[in-house]
C-alpha cells in the first residue's frame, strides 16, 4: 500500500473508518502524518487512547460521519492520500470493498441480493463489560468491474483493483 499510494513523509492521510486504529497507529509508527475518522466515539477514543500512550502525535482521531462530507473537511481539512480499510482531489485512494464473488461463493453464513449487490448476515456485538446483543449487518458488494466503473465515473485514471484474503 506504501508503494501503491506514493506515500512519504511529506503526504497526510486520511484513515476513513478508522475504527480503533489499526492502519492510521500503523502508517503514524512508521512516519506518517495521519488522521482516523470513524462515526464510533467508543473507537476513536480507543485510537486516541493508543496513540498518546505510544506517544504518536503524527495520529489525530475525530469522530465524524464519513458520509458527511462538510463535517469531515471541517475536520480534517485537506488532505493528500486516502484509504478506507476494513477486516477488513488529485490524491490517491486505497479502498477496501466486499468483494460480490466472494460473497455468493464463500459466505455462507450470509444471505445474498444480487440485485441489490447486498450481504445481510446476523452477528453478535459485545460491550465493554461482555454483554452480548444480536445485530444485522448489511454490506454492500462489488464485482471488480463494479468498482472500476464507478472509480472512473468519478474521476480516477486508469484505476487497479486487487484481490486479497480477509484480515
Known amino acids: 500500500m506504501v508503494d501503491e499510494l506514493e506515500l512519504t513523509s511529506s503526504k497526510s492521510i486520511l484513515d476513513v473508518g478508522c475504527g480503533p486504529g489499526r492502519h492510521s497507529l500503523e502508517l503514524a509508527r512508521r512516519g506518517f502524518r495521519v488522521t482516523g475518522i470513524d462515526i464510533s466515539e ?4 480507543i485510537a486516541r487512547s493508543r496513540a498518546e500512550h505510544e506517544g504518536l502525535t503524527n495520529a489525530k482521531f475525530f ?4 458520509r ?5 473537511v471541517s475536520a ?3 488532505v493528500d492520500r486516502v484509504v478506507c480499510l476494513c477486516q477488513g482531489s488529485g490524491g490517491r485512494l486505497a479502498l477496501s470493498a466486499f ?3 466472494f460473497s455468493v461463493r464463500h459466505h455462507h453464513e450470509a444471505d445474498f441480493d444480487a440485485d441489490r449487490g ?7 456485538i459485545k460491550d465493554p463489560a461482555g454483554l ?13 468491474r463494479e468498482l472500476r466503473l464507478l472509480l472512473v465515473k468519478h474521476g480516477f485514471r486508469d ?9
Open 159 to 167: 484505476p487497479s483493483v486487487y484481490g486479497v484474503e480477509p484480515g
Open 99 to 101: 468483494n460480490a464473488y
Open 76 to 78: 480534517v481539512g485537506q
Open 118 to 124: 447486498i450481504s445481510h448476515e446476523r452477528t453478535v
Open 42 to 45: 467508543t473507537f476513536i477514543d
Open 68 to 72: 458527511d462530507h462538510d463535517a469531515m
Open 63 to 66: 469522530v465524524v460521519d464519513a
Open 132 to 144: 452480548g446483543k444480536e445485530v444485522s449487518l448489511w454490506t454492500g458488494c462489488y464485482t471488480p
